[in-house]
């Protein structure tokens, strides 16, 4: 499987963005995907998942409400909509999936990664 993660750019405080992944390879053997990021100088933490054929998804607490994960599988990609930005949220965004047959926000789970988009939001 390979991803492909796209859409990041420099943003002001307050500004909307959607962030975009694309998957091609084995992708029936996806069964979540999901977005991590990694802040400078901290260590990559969970954002949001979604289920690449069921109708289970979730968004970590510090994003809820301002951002959300929806998927089109007819183009093998995911979004992640960003609203109401901070700069708390400037980071490296990664798009990954799991094969691993169980929803998982646990980043050892999974196995595919992309090569990461950054956003940067000003204040």
């Known amino acids: 499987v390979q991803l492909q993660a796209y859409g990041g750019g420099l943003v002001q405080a307050g500004d909307s963005l959607r962030l975009s992944c694309a998957a091609c390879?084995?992708?029936?053997?996806?069964?979540?995907l999901g977005w991590f990021r990694q802040p400078p100088g901290k260590e990559r933490e969970f954002v949001a998942a979604i289920d690449w054929r069921g109708n289970r998804d979730t968004v970590t607490e510090s994003v809820k409400g301002r951002f959300t994960i929806s998927r089109d599988n007819a183009k093998n990609s995911i979004y992640l909509h960003l609203s109401s930005l901070k700069p708390e949220d400037t980071a490296i965004y990664y798009c990954a999936a799991s094969t691993t047959a169980v929803f998982t926000t646990l980043s050892e789970r999974y196995r595919y990664w992309g090569q990461g988009t950054l956003v940067t939001v000003s204040s």
């Open positions: 390879g084995r992708t029936l053997s996806i069964h979540t």
